[in-house]
Structure formats: structure tokens, C-alpha cells
């Protein structure tokens, strides 16, 4: 997997609650055994018309917005355990997915893929989209290291700051393997030397 530090980035605002793996990237699409090509059909049946022309109003086909952070309503890949779902938005090109609540299973899929899950208080995530419609080129910092999301300082016209910074969780191993670019595998063959000498003594 790729390394995880930092990033800066526009955002994709998805906001839609209950967003359930089988609209991420519906069952007739996991036939592939390999994780390349799922990103074209994420969102398929909203993004697509039946005779496969893009619908122009939804938000992945729109070029008002871009970047590598997907930012989705309460409850974000509930419904079946398929690890496609994680597959399918990093393919797409995003590497951070931003919610106020994700499904257990989805979140440890997607961190078991390099895909960083970020959870935010619902009033944090209101501020987020309304950045955006605000502002539809308005970058997120996400940092890792911190356990930091920030909105960059934007000013609307009543005078209100819609910046700001709010802190998020994440299982500590889950964290230093990001920030190494491990999978599982990689982090226990990074231990090779202290797994020697343990079993020297």
C-alpha cells in the first residue's frame, strides 16, 4: 500500500445518508478477483443512465467538483461486508472518505486497504458541506500524524468563519501501518529481525 502522512486536497460532497455497499458498487460488478477497474463503475446506478450515458446531476459527473476526498452523510457503507466497496472508491482516485458514521465492516475494510475512514461529529460534517457549497473548490487538510481534519479558513459573506479543525480516531496499528504503507503482511515482514531474535533467546 501506498504511505499515508498527509493531504490536502478539494472534496467530492456526497450528501446522502445510509449509503449502502451495493450502491458503492452494486453485486453484479464483483466478479473480478482483483481489486483494478471497480473505480468506473462506483455509483454505477446513480451515476449511469440505463443505456450507460452519465446522469449530468450527480455529484461524480459534475467538473465543478474534483479531489481525492470523498465526503459522504451519516452512516456510510452499511449493508454487506463486501471488500469491493473500498476497492471501488480508491480506484476511483479517493484515498480519504469523510463521514459522521461509518459500518463497522466498511471501516475496517477500508483500512485494511489504505483507504482512511475519517469520523466527524455530525456538526463538523454540516460545516464541511456547507464549505463547500460555499465554495466548491475549498480544500480539506487531512493529517494523519495529528489525527487532524481542518477546513481551509473561508469567510462567508455574513462574517462567519466556516474553518476550523476537529480531531478523529483511529486504532493505533491501523495508524502506523498507513502512515508505513503496511498491510498486514507487510507489517509482520518488517519485524523480521525481532522475530529472529526472539527466537534465538
Given at each position: 500500500?501506498?504511505?499515508?502522512?498527509?493531504l490536502t486536497?478539494?472534496?467530492v460532497?456526497?450528501?446522502?445518508?445510509n449509503?449502502?455497499?451495493?450502491?458503492?458498487?452494486?453485486?453484479r460488478f464483483?466478479?473480478?478477483?482483483?481489486?483494478?477497474g471497480?473505480?468506473?463503475n462506483?455509483?454505477?446506478?446513480?451515476?449511469?443512465?440505463?443505456?450507460?450515458?452519465?446522469?449530468?446531476?450527480?455529484?461524480?459527473?459534475?467538473p465543478?467538483?474534483?479531489?481525492?476526498?470523498?465526503?459522504?452523510?451519516?452512516?456510510f457503507?452499511?449493508?454487506?461486508?463486501?471488500?469491493h466497496?473500498?476497492?471501488?472508491?480508491q480506484?476511483a482516485?479517493?484515498?480519504?472518505?469523510?463521514?459522521?458514521?461509518f459500518?463497522?465492516i466498511?471501516?475496517?475494510?477500508a483500512?485494511n486497504?489504505?483507504?482512511?475512514?475519517i469520523?466527524?461529529?455530525?456538526?463538523?460534517?454540516?460545516n464541511?458541506?456547507?464549505?463547500?457549497?460555499t465554495?466548491?473548490k475549498?480544500?480539506?487538510?487531512?493529517?494523519?500524524?495529528?489525527?487532524?481534519?481542518s477546513?481551509?479558513e473561508?469567510?462567508?459573506?455574513?462574517?462567519?468563519?466556516?474553518?476550523?479543525a476537529e480531531?478523529?480516531e483511529i486504532?493505533a496499528?491501523?495508524?502506523?501501518?498507513?502512515?508505513?504503507?503496511?498491510?498486514?503482511?507487510?507489517?509482520?515482514?518488517?519485524?523480521?529481525?525481532?522475530?529472529?531474535?526472539?527466537?534465538?533467546?
Amino acid at each position: 500500500m501506498k504511505k499515508f502522512t498527509k493531504l490536502t486536497s478539494a472534496i467530492v460532497p456526497l450528501n446522502i445518508e445510509n449509503i449502502d455497499t451495493d450502491q458503492i458498487i452494486p453485486a453484479r460488478f464483483l466478479k473480478a478477483t482483483t481489486r483494478e477497474g471497480f473505480g468506473e463503475n462506483l455509483f454505477r446506478d446513480w451515476r449511469y443512465e440505463n443505456d450507460n450515458q452519465p446522469k449530468a446531476d450527480f455529484v461524480l459527473n459534475d467538473p465543478t467538483y474534483s479531489g481525492q476526498i470523498l465526503v459522504a452523510g451519516k452512516n456510510f457503507g452499511c449493508g454487506s461486508s463486501r471488500e469491493h466497496a473500498a476497492w471501488a472508491i480508491q480506484d476511483a482516485g479517493f484515498d480519504v472518505v469523510i463521514s459522521s458514521f461509518f459500518a463497522d465492516i466498511f471501516k475496517e475494510n477500508a483500512l485494511n486497504n489504505g483507504l482512511l475512514p475519517i469520523q466527524v461529529s455530525e456538526e463538523f460534517l454540516k460545516n464541511i458541506f456547507t464549505a463547500v457549497e460555499t465554495d466548491p473548490k475549498v480544500k480539506l487538510t487531512v493529517d494523519l500524524e495529528t489525527q487532524t481534519v481542518s477546513i481551509d479558513e473561508q469567510v462567508l459573506p455574513s462574517g462567519e468563519d466556516l474553518g476550523g479543525a476537529e480531531s478523529f480516531e483511529i486504532n493505533a496499528y491501523k495508524k502506523s501501518c498507513l502512515i508505513n504503507g503496511y498491510d498486514d503482511i507487510d507489517f509482520i515482514l518488517a519485524q523480521k529481525e525481532l522475530i529472529e531474535e526472539f527466537e534465538k533467546r
